[in-house]
């Protein structure tokens, strides 16, 4: 694990991995060591989560719901504090579901601003965690013609 102040490129590699372990519903004790276990707020459309107990429950729900979701990063901004940052994400994203008895899943696309903080950590090989994590500072943001949550 590194020590020091964050860089732009372990955030960036970070956040990259943050999504890639969205997109493709890693196990649930994979992407638990990518938060911090103390501390941890996060905010989402359908409820807060501060434990592991809390995000499992929403972790389980949404990969059992959304699949070929694809999160693409389009800006991060940082303002790194040492060891510690705030960074202004904005992310797209595409996802489909499937509502029974619907005889076709639907499928969003929408860009989204994220605000998180993230520290240093021992916790995983990126050397950072998630300490909160807001994925509702501004209103999704929609493509035309797709679905809505």
Partial sequence: MSSGPLTEAEIRTFVAAWYQALDFHVPFEDIYLLLATEGLSVKF??????????????YDRVTNLFFDENHYVQ????????????????????????????????RTSMDATQRWTVRRSSRNNY?????????TVKPFNYAPGFARL
């Fill in 45 to 58: 459309p359908d409820g807060d989560i501060h434990d592991k107990a809390s995000f499992k429950l929403w």
């Fill in 75 to 106: 800006t991060v901004d940082m303002d790194i504090q040492g060891e510690e940052a705030t960074l202004d994400v904005v992310v797209g994203w595409q996802a489909s579901w499937w509502e029974p008895p619907a005889a076709k899943s639907k």
């Fill in 127 to 135: 050397g950072l965690e998630i300490v909160s994590y807001n994925a």
